[in-house]
Structure formats: structure tokens, C-alpha cells
């Protein structure tokens, strides 16, 4: 099982980015998929997940500004990042609990993360 993230890049305050993530190899099933994010001496933070069933969670921090989508059928997760602000720079990584064929439990697979710089 793979994640490949992709969307990060330098951003002036104010502008937006849209992340994505794409599951692909021997996966049975996804139940839930999102972003964390690890910015410089920090510890990684839950940014927003969104379950097969489409319930959402935002960290406080960005919600109103962030918006998670999922595409089940393409095993792929968005991130819209708008009114982004220095405080958003960060390595995003996306993550998924799903259950991979021949495994018998849920597992958390990430993808290698993908650096956001709001920045003027």
C-alpha cells in the first residue's frame, strides 16, 4: 500500500493550496483518510480526516478556512487550504486506517509528506 501526496509549495498569506493524496496497491478497504501536519520543532497535529461515510473533523485552527474531501471510488483525499497564514507552514502528511487485503485488522499507512511555506 502507497500514499502519494501532492499540492504543497510556497504561498503568500492570504492565497491557497489544494492538497492531494491517492491510496493505491492491495487495499480491501478504507474507513477513514486526512492530514497532519509537522511544522519546525513542533509536534505533528491532526489537521482535518474524513471518514468513508463522509463525517468530517477539523482542528480548531483552521476551521472555516479548510475544507477535506474524499473521492471513495479513486481512494483519493483533498485538502483546500484558503486564507492561508504563516502559522499554516508546515510538512502536510496524509493519512489513511484502512484495511489492506490479507490483513486481518486496521492499519495507518502515511504517505512522505508534502511542505507548505506561506510565506511573503
Known amino acids: 500500500v502507497q500514499l502519494q501526496a501532492s499540492g504543497g509549495g510556497l504561498v503568500q498569506p492570504g492565497g491557497s493550496l489544494r492538497l492531494s493524496c491517492a491510496a493505491s496497491?492491495?487495499?480491501?478497504?478504507?474507513?477513514?483518510m486526512g492530514w497532519y501536519r509537522q511544522a519546525p520543532g513542533k509536534q505533528r497535529e491532526l489537521v482535518a480526516s474524513i471518514t468513508s461515510g463522509g463525517t468530517t473533523n477539523y482542528v480548531g485552527s483552521v476551521k472555516g478556512r479548510f475544507t477535506i474531501s474524499r473521492d471513495n471510488g479513486k481512494n483519493t483525499v483533498f485538502l483546500q487550504m484558503n486564507s492561508l497564514q504563516p502559522e499554516d507552514t508546515a510538512v502536510y502528511y496524509c493519512?489513511?486506517?484502512?484495511?489492506?487485503?490479507?490483513?486481518?485488522?486496521?492499519?495507518?499507512?502515511w504517505g512522505q509528506g508534502t511542505l507548505v511555506t506561506v510565506s511573503s
Open positions: 493519512n489513511a486506517r484502512l484495511k489492506a487485503l490479507r490483513s486481518a485488522g486496521w492499519d495507518d499507512y
Open positions: 496497491g492491495d487495499i480491501f478497504t478504507i474507513y477513514a
